[in-house]
């Protein structure tokens, strides 16, 4: 039997959340809204982009195996780009208008996300030099954040071409960027470590109905609602929280600076005192110490299985820990950074050892943090210096912030006094806290062995602060239903994860309701397609046209491989809800988009693109032109009135363009766009060629006349097009385009070559539209 894991197809929760973004290049942009109705729109225009648990937890799914499949190697043609959101408590005020969203008097964790993290920052013992006052972001002294976008690629074009992208969509907006903190796995034998040198995230929780469970087939470890609130039926949300939060996670972000060779030279001073004391040898060296601070090697295997010498290299760093044998921290301290923040089952109470398993689930936090800044690497000229700011851009999810988070490092990691009733105390976390004002003299007891009868010493040393605050946001990144209802000014839940429904659906795309009704989930179905229109501003994002419905598509690389040559159609787009064409100043008076055609040298001119748009009125197929202006609400203003179809001299005996299709090689050559128009005639579709030139008079030309749709060799089969789209990304690469044909309720792949004849093969099948069609 193998366990259901219905969350990895939610099409609720955010990406990064359960699944993780796991990018070589992240950066978060930390945002301030100017105007209510501009933010609205721009977050209307991100959801599109926003990746869910679905398309992460896939792709994931996808490189695991690739890299299985090659012993290990990251597959080279495996990539793929992220974006995330999330929202302070002035955000959510902002977008929706209203001056409290929460009932009076919060408490726990909502009182935390309503004071944001500077207010807290007494009690985290962000004080001294980690006060606020010192902050790049998130303090009093700096502009409110009102949202935090996550942009995580695996390439760093792919991520500096979305960060331009979004940058340039917020400038739209009226949006300041507070900062934008970027980082990027660090290179060489120094990947997947932190600065101090350990190997960082290896320990992450076993989410229940989300990870393959470890070693059996019962349930994975930690239930889900420990992370995303209301994921599971068991887990309570969270007090005062409202139903919208239902499939959100909190999120804490921290810009921690590390001081690399101040650290280390501190493990070293600090060995000299073990070896005055005699508990090591002249032989030992700062990394056993180091070690120790940590509860791993630099390698990420732990102490507690290999206590005397890190494992050769190769062996993989090992998470099935218990400190059940280790009460006092002989072999890994309890003050190690690894016992401060999950102490497992190596808790005393009352000299009782104490299984806590329940109490530890409530303590788990999802880390998806990053290094920022190069390497301490001081023969280096290019920013390796010991002055150079560096750090770890901490990231973490969970669904309570003062359970989860805040209590790791008030309750734990600061707290000298924990693990609790040991004489002597056992001191603060001296990896990532160390002397605190006001909180800890930086004091810890590193107990060690003296005989063989279990006799130990105590041997005092001392930690400074390495690692110092250096801003902190407390942020919440919303289910998918719940930013949409944000970017209409609405508060509204999701009523269910999204995604498959184990098995009630038979394994069908499902979409949600909104508006706090309960839905039952409707199999996504193939429907009528009028037209599909690239954004002229940015890509892979398109309108789509169904009746009087206009929603937005958006496909990144992952929906664009699905859609082309991918087998699962449950992977389509991510489609936003639709508005209706009315809301387009310049559609005013059409029923149904026929189709339309792009003025082949009037887009992006003074910030504009123009169309001839065609549609039909009172049974006679008309045109009119239409300017979209690249402005963050995409305004449509209508360039003088509809215009009878024989005013294109090219046109001669055409009563209805179905669809115009661009001649890939011949676009704006030697003034001259060609284009194949598909249109209807009583013996069905028929396709002639014709020529538009550049200028004011765009003059048009039949180039050749009608033919019948058999001399396409790829469009075997197909009864009547509806519209082509280029595939993004294969627009005449090596003299090939593809190209999506939608037809009767379908959709394939072609490809057309350059060249004479422009020669065209079929690259998939025909399959439903379903992919297209998604609602939500
Ligand atoms: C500059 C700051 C930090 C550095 C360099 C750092 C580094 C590390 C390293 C090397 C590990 C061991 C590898 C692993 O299990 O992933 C680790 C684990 C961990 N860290 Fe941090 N960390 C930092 C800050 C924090 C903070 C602020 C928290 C939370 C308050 C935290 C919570 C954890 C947790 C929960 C684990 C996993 C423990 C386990 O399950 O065994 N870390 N960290």
């Not at 992460?56 to 974006?83: C, I, M, Y």
């Not at 110092?468 to 289910?479: C, D, I, L």
């Not at 489609?575 to 003025?599: M, N, Q, Y």
């Not at 020669?759 to 069609?773: E, F, K, M």
Request: aromatic share 8%.
């Amino acid at each position: 039997m193998t366990t259901p894991l219905p969350l990895r197809d939610s099409t609720e929760i955010q990406g990064d959340i359960l699944a993780g973004f796991k990018k070589d290049y992240m950066t978060l942009l930390f945002l301030q809204f100017g105007d209510v109705t501009a933010a609205r729109n721009w977050l209307a225009e991100l959801i599109p982009t926003i990746a869910t648990t679905q398309q992460v937890a896939a792709f994931n799914q996808k490189f695991h195996d690739a890299r299985e499949n090659s012993a290990g190697d990251d597959p080279k043609n495996l990539k793929a780009t992220w974006v995330g959101v999330s929202l302070t408590y002035p955000g959510i005020l902002f977008l929706t208008g209203k001056e409290k969203v929460f009932g009076d008097k919060p408490t726990g964790t909502i009182r935390a996300f309503v004071q944001g993290s500077a207010a807290r920052a007494e009690a985290l013992g962000d004080t001294g030099c980690n006060e606020p006052e010192r902050w790049i972001f998130g303090s009093a002294q700096k502009p409110p954040i009102h949202a935090v976008l996550t942009i995580a690629a695996d390439l760093k074009d792919d991520h500096d071409n979305e960060l331009r992208r979004q940058t340039e969509a917020a400038s739209r907006a009226g949006i300041l960027i507070v900062h934008p903190q970027s980082g990027a796995t660090l290179p060489g034998s120094r990947r997947g470590k932190e600065h101090f040198g350990f190997k960082d995230g290896v320990s992450e929780p076993d989410v229940r109905g989300f990870d393959v469970p470890v070693d059996d087939n019962g349930p994975g470890k930690v239930p889900a609602g420990q992370f995303v609130l209301g994921a599971d039926g068991a887990t309570a949300m969270p007090a005062g929280a409202p139903d919208w939060m239902k499939y959100g996670s909190f999120q804490v972000v921290r810009r921690l600076g590390q001081d690399v060779p101040g650290w280390w030279a501190q493990v070293n001073a600090e060995l000299a005192k073990l070896r005055e004391d005699e508990v090591v040898d002249g032989n030992t060296r700062s990394e056993w110490l180091a070690a120790r601070l940590v509860g791993r090697w630099r390698c990420g295997a732990s102490v507690a299985k290999f206590p005397d010498a890190a494992p050769p290299a190769g062996t993989k760093p090992d998470n099935d820990l218990s400190f059940r044998d280790d009460p006092h921290g002989v072999t890994t301290p309890l003050f190690s950074h690894l016992r401060k923040t999950a102490p497992r089952d190596g808790l005393v109470d009352k000299g009782e050892l104490v299984d806590v398993e329940e109490f530890m689930d409530a303590r788990r936090i999802i880390r998806r943090g990053i290094p920022y800044g190069a390497p301490f690497d001081p023969a280096n000229d290019d920013g390796g210096g010991p002055d150079e700011p560096r750090g770890l851009l901490f990231v973490c999810y969970q669904a309570d912030l003062a359970r989860q988070f805040e209590f790791i490092q008030t309750d734990w990691v600061n707290d000298p006094n924990f693990p609790h009733d040991r004489d002597p105390m056992p001191g603060p976390d001296p990896m990532i806290s160390g002397k605190l004002p006001d909180v800890t003299t930086g004091e810890v007891a590193f107990e060690s062995r003296v005989n063989g009868n279990g006799d130990r010493k105590t041997t005092m040393l001392n930690f400074q602060p390495f690692v110092t605050t250096e801003g902190s946001v407390y942020a919440f990144a919303p289910s998918l239903t719940t930013l949409r209802g944000l970017s209409r000014g609405r508060l509204e839940g999701a009523t269910s994860a999204g995604g498959q429904t184990g098995g009630q659906t038979g394994g069908q795309q499902t979409t949600t309701t909104t508006g706090g009704q309960t839905g039952q989930p409707q199999p996504v179905q193939p429907g009528p397609l009028d037209e599909i229109l690239p954004w002229p501003d940015v890509d892979g994002r398109y309108w789509i046209f169904s009746g009087r419905t206009v929603r937005v598509a958006g496909t990144g690389t992952a929906e664009v491989e699905q859609l082309t040559t991918g087998a699962d159609d449950r992977t389509g787009t991510l489609v936003d809800l639709g508005t209706d064409l009315s809301t387009w100043a310049a559609f005013a008076g059409v029923e149904k988009v026929d189709a339309i055609l792009p003025v082949p040298d009037e887009q992006g001119l003074n910030g504009e693109s123009s169309y001839w748009l065609f549609h039909t009125k009172g049974g006679t197929q008309v045109y009119r032109r239409v300017n979209i202006a690249h402005d963050a609400r995409h305004t449509s203003r209508r360039i003088g009135d509809d215009q009878q179809l024989s005013r294109w001299n090219s046109f001669g005996g055409v009563t209805r363009v179905d669809a115009v299709l661009l001649v890939p090689d011949q676009l704006r050559d030697n003034g001259k766009s060609w284009y194949w128009l598909f249109h209807t005639t009583p013996q069905g579709q028929r396709y002639r060629l014709i020529s538009i030139a550049d200028g004011r008079m765009h003059s048009d030309v039949m180039e050749r006349g009608d033919r019948d749709l058999t001399k396409w060799t790829s469009l075997q089969g197909v009864g009547k097009v509806d519209d082509f789209l280029y595939v993004p990304g294969r627009f005449r690469v090596g003299g090939q385009s593809w190209c999506w044909v939608l037809h009767e309720q379908q959709y394939r792949v072609i490809s057309i070559s350059d060249g004479a004849g422009h020669p065209d093969t079929r690259v998939r099948d025909s399959r439903p539209n379903a992919p297209w069609c998604r609602r939500g």
